[in-house]
Every structure is written in structure tokens, then in C-alpha cells.
């Protein structure tokens, strides 16, 4: 079957500006979680969802990072104002019921640029 | 805080030489453990996953892991490598304090000489 799926799978933007990040995950999977990788770094955590709402969402670095997944499925991370050090590349990843003993599955992540 | 330390960066083994890839975790308790591999333009997919029972774990593509509790380990090894195998190594750290994200190392760059 299909596996989590992002877009766009990359985005150049003038420092400033708004973007939003989509992720959809694998069909029936109630747990939804984002990581942003920098270069040269293993993925750190932003949030998880649980259904439609945020379980845990202590990895978003300020307020100018927001996501939300409305109907339990898609998900869209959104960062305002954004910053040359918002430049990295951000993964989703899926799993069934988001127990800690759940396999993570991740998408192909979408490279932000920020200039 | 829980960290994850993988303190090799980059290594580099021939084809058919075998491998061992260190982690260490720092967690009271034992967490989940998790290694994952991702290669260039790909996302990152399971290799094996440790929560209880024997400390010898088998995963996908040849890996496997042994959790040593007494030196907070988690080694991934394989026998005998293929070029194929040259990717990014990830360990992680899960379930710790009933938490659901995942705490990752930094990453361990594997290249593989013909």
C-alpha cells in the first residue's frame, strides 16, 4: 500500500514569508508525528498527533511554528515569519496507534530552504 | 533528559567485511530502542526494534542488534556488508516516560569500499 506521503518535496522561500508543509499518512494510522532534520544531524522531534489532536507538541522551537491536522488524517505544519535557520528538512512519519512500541513510518521529508 | 549518543560519525568497511555500528542511550529505565536507515532521497525505514525479551534482536536486510543493559548499548551489526548497504544509520530512543516521539543520535555515515 501506499506509504506517508509529503509535499511539497522541496520549498525555496525569502526569509519572512509563510509556508505550510503537508503530510499524509498511511491510511488508518491514528498517530502522526513531525521531526525536522538539520544537515548533518539525526531528526528531532516537533509534535504528535493522536487523532486530530496535538498529544504532545514540546519540540516546536517558538511560536512561529503551528500544525494542525484537522480531520484526523492530513496534516499540515505551518511556519510563519521564517528564518534562515529554519532551513532544514522536515519529516512525518505515521504509525497505528502511537504506543511507544510502534513502528514510526517516515515519509521522504520536505527540504525547506530559507534565503 | 534522555540523549542517544552514536559516537562514530562516519565509518568506512569493504564489501563483505563485517560491521558494528555503536549506540549508547542515557535513560534510568530501558526505553524502546530503535535502528533505522536511511539512504540518499530516501525516507527512513526500520531495520529492528528492542522493547523486552532476548537481548538479541534480528531485523531486516541481514542487521541485527544486542541490547547490553549493563554498558546502556544498543550495537547494530552485520557480517558480512554489500555495497548496497552504504546510507546513514540512525539509532533511537522511544517510550521514554510514557512519551511517543523518538530521540535520535546523530547519525552514523556508512561507506562501503569495492
Known amino acids: 500500500g501506499a506509504g506517508v506521503s509529503q509535499t511539497p518535496s522541496n520549498k525555496v522561500t525569502e526569509k519572512g514569508k509563510y509556508v505550510e508543509l503537508r503530510c499524509d499518512p498511511i491510511s488508518g494510522h491514528t498517530a502522526l508525528y513531525w521531526y525536522r532534520q538539520s544537515l548533518g544531524q539525526g531528526p528531532e522531534f516537533l509534535i504528535y498527533f493522536q487523532g486530530t489532536g496535538a498529544a504532545d507538541d514540546s519540540g516546536l522551537p517558538n511560536d512561529r511554528f503551528f500544525a494542525v491536522r484537522p480531520e484526523g488524517s492530513v496534516s499540515t505544519l505551518k511556519i510563519q515569519r521564517t528564518e534562515r535557520g529554519d532551513s532544514a528538512v522536515y519529516l512525518c512519519a505515521s504509525s497505528l496507534a502511537g504506543t511507544g512500541t510502534d513502528t514510526q513510518y517516515f515519509g521522504p521529508g520536505t527540504r525547506l530552504t530559507v534565503l | 533528559a534522555q540523549s542517544v549518543t552514536q559516537p562514530d560519525i562516519h565509518i568506512t568497511v569493504s564489501e563483505g567485511a563485517s560491521l558494528e555500528l555503536r549506540c549508547n542511550y542515557s535513560y534510568g529505565a530501558t526505553p524502546y530502542l530503535f535502528w533505522y536507515v536511511q539512504s540518499p532521497g530516501q525516507g527512513l525505514q526500520l531495520l529492528l526494534k528492542y522493547f523486552s525479551g532476548d537481548t538479541l534482536v534480528q531485523g531486516i536486510k541481514g542487521f541485527e542488534a544486542e541490547f547490553k543493559r549493563s554498558q546502556s548499548s544498543f550495537n547494530l551489526r552485520k557480517p558480512s556488508v554489500h555495497w548496497s548497504d552504504a546510507a546513514e544509520y540512525f539509532c533511537?530512543?522511544?517510550?521514554?516516560?510514557?512519551?511517543?516521539?523518538?530521540?535520535f543520535g546523530q547519525g552514523t555515515r556508512l561507506t562501503i569500499n569495492p
Open positions: 533511537a530512543v522511544g517510550g521514554v516516560q510514557g512519551a511517543q516521539k523518538l530521540v
